[in-house]
T-cell receptor, first 118, second 116 residues
Framework: EAEVAQSPRYKITEKSQAVAFWCDPI?????LYWYRQILGQGPELLVQ????????DSQLPKDRFSAERLKGVDSTLKIQPAELGDSAMYLC????????????????FGEGSRLTVL | AQKVTQAQTEISVVEKEDVTLDCVYE???????LFWYKQPPSGELVFLIR??????QNEISGRYSWNFQKSTSSFNFTITASQVVDSAVYFC?????????????FGKGTKLSVIP
């Protein structure tokens, strides 16, 4: 069964360091999302891509966060510099939206990358 | 703006008891989707069900059932004869279809503990 792949699963870093997360969506999925989930909370959207274009990054803290999906396939989320409050699970999801196929509105999530900033 | 409220932060039940997880949503759209996801300790969000706003039929899948009531903006989830493997955090989510974005707005989740 096709899955959304994310790496690394776990990352421990010191504040002010740079950190990057990678996501490979399910093949053929046009839309890719990055969500942040703080412990004890529900996931919150950071950025949404449609192919290689950003659809919505209104909740992305652009002073320190950046995201790209250069070829419209895999994506990288970067944080520089990391702050203590960035400790969270970073979830990537993908969906078929935009490929002209029947859309169920369902997002398929990866296992997430858990970030701890010391 | 859309909003999802899961008033129950944590629930504990004894195995084989039935349990209902509440979800109340707010949206201005007439067309939307509602979801339930399960998040086990491993962290992955597991899709359980999707409902569109035009389909108020209740659904049953094994020990799981969902009650969608537009009149009260609720989409409650019931687990019958709970099992230890049901222990997880459960999230209700709403997706508005405006502009075709299908972004999910999640509630804060309900942590279910099933005690043997």
């Amino acid at each position: 069964e096709a899955e959304v792949a994310q790496s690394p699963r776990y990352k421990i870093t010191e504040k002010s360091q740079a950190v990057a997360f990678w996501c490979d969506p399910i093949s053929g999925h046009a839309t890719l999302y990055w969500y942040r989930q703080i412990l004890g909370q529900g996931p919150e959207l950071l950025v949404q891509f449609q192919d290689e274009s950003v659809v919505d990054d209104s909740q992305l803290p652009k002073d320190r966060f950046s995201a790209e999906r250069l070829k419209g396939v895999d994506s990288t989320l970067k944080i520089q510099p990391a702050e203590l409050g960035d400790s969270a699970m970073y979830l990537c999801a993908s969906s078929l939206v935009g490929r002209g196929k029947p859309n169920t509105g369902e997002l398929f999530f990866g296992e997430g990358s858990r970030l701890t900033v010391l | 703006a859309q909003k999802v409220t899961q008033a129950q932060t944590e629930i504990s039940v004894v195995e084989k008891e039935d349990v209902t997880l509440d979800c109340v949503y707010e949206t201005r759209d007439t067309t939307y989707y509602l979801f339930w996801y399960k998040q086990p300790p491993s962290g992955e969000l597991v899709f359980l069900i999707r409902r569109n706003s035009f389909d108020e039929q209740n659904e049953i899948s094994g020990r799981y059932s969902w009650n969608f009531q537009k009149s009260t903006s609720s989409f409650n989830f019931t687990i019958t004869a709970s099992q230890v493997v049901d222990s997880a955090v459960y999230f209700c989510a709403l997706s508005e279809t405006g502009a075709g974005s299908y972004q999910l707005t999640f509630g804060k989740g309900t942590k279910l503990s099933v005690i043997p």
